[in-house]
């Protein structure tokens, strides 16, 4: 269901927000943003993708703050469209705890200018949509430790001698497949949702090339990449 408010701000300073998510709660608490910058303003909100560009047509906002789980973990396309439609948006992505793989690099190409986890408290997110209105990039200073250690893990030599290059995640859910897990056990196994593994999962077929689980896992016992991934988890 769309909800919209237009209240307007007193003045073009003010920044004005939409908030897209499907979570009830959490569009309820970004709306106490203005508590901590009054300069902030919540003027809409909505809980459906399909809802979002006729939106932003009607309330015209300076940012909008799209929940990762509105447009699917792994698919970008609708933050591509809408920021074809209205190249001037700034888009600032609430995230999971743990993004799927290679999620935030691809989010940054496809124009997104900020990223924090959903668990930030209020005043880091002001901080981070003063930074994006202002037009400046936002990156969380915990999601910069991981880009780091991702790269360093996908530039080894040891990476790169066997393909494509994967993040421990990625290893860690090919050996899971080598052994037969399924989606709810693989859950289980890294105490994550199962959408989330879904997610991770999409990201890995398509880094390898593959289809589906049981391509994944041909490549990986034909590398050995299966087996160590297994003996190490």
């Not at 792994?74 to 001037?88: Q, T």
């Not at 037009?135 to 001698?161: N, V």
């Not at 993040?167 to 090919?174: D, F, K, S, Y």
């Not at 037969?180 to 991770?200: F, P, Y």
Request: charged share 25%; net charge positive.
């Amino acid at each position: 269901m769309m909800t919209v408010r237009l209240v307007r701000p007193e003045t073009r300073a003010r920044r004005v927000l939409l908030v897209a998510s499907p979570s009830p709660l959490l569009r309820q608490g970004l709306r106490q943003v203005a508590r901590v910058d009054p300069a902030l303003a919540v003027i809409a909100e909505c809980g459906r993708a399909e809802d979002l560009l006729p939106l932003i047509s009607r309330a015209k906002p300076d940012v909008l703050v799209l929940d990762q789980d509105l447009m699917g973990m792994a698919d970008l396309g609708l933050l591509r469209r809408l920021l074809r439609w209205y190249p001037g948006l700034r888009v600032l992505i609430l995230l999971s705890a743990e993004p799927p793989d290679d999620y935030l690099g691809q989010a940054a190409a496809a124009g997104a200018a900020g990223f924090v986890l959903r668990q930030a408290d209020l005043s880091l997110l002001a901080k981070a949509l003063r930074a994006v209105a202002s037009g400046r990039r936002w990156l969380q200073r915990e999601l910069t430790e991981r880009l780091i250690q991702d790269y360093a893990q996908a530039t080894s030599p040891a990476a790169l001698d066997r393909g494509p290059p994967l993040t421990p995640r990625q290893m860690q859910l090919l050996g899971l497949l080598s052994r037969g897990l399924r989606n709810r056990e693989i859950a289980d196994q890294l105490s994550i949702s199962e959408k989330t593994v879904k997610a991770h999962l999409t990201a890995l077929f398509r880094k390898l090339g593959v289809p589906n689980r049981v391509g994944a896992v041909r490549y990986g016992l034909e590398r050995g990449l299966g087996r160590s991934a297994s003996e190490e988890g």
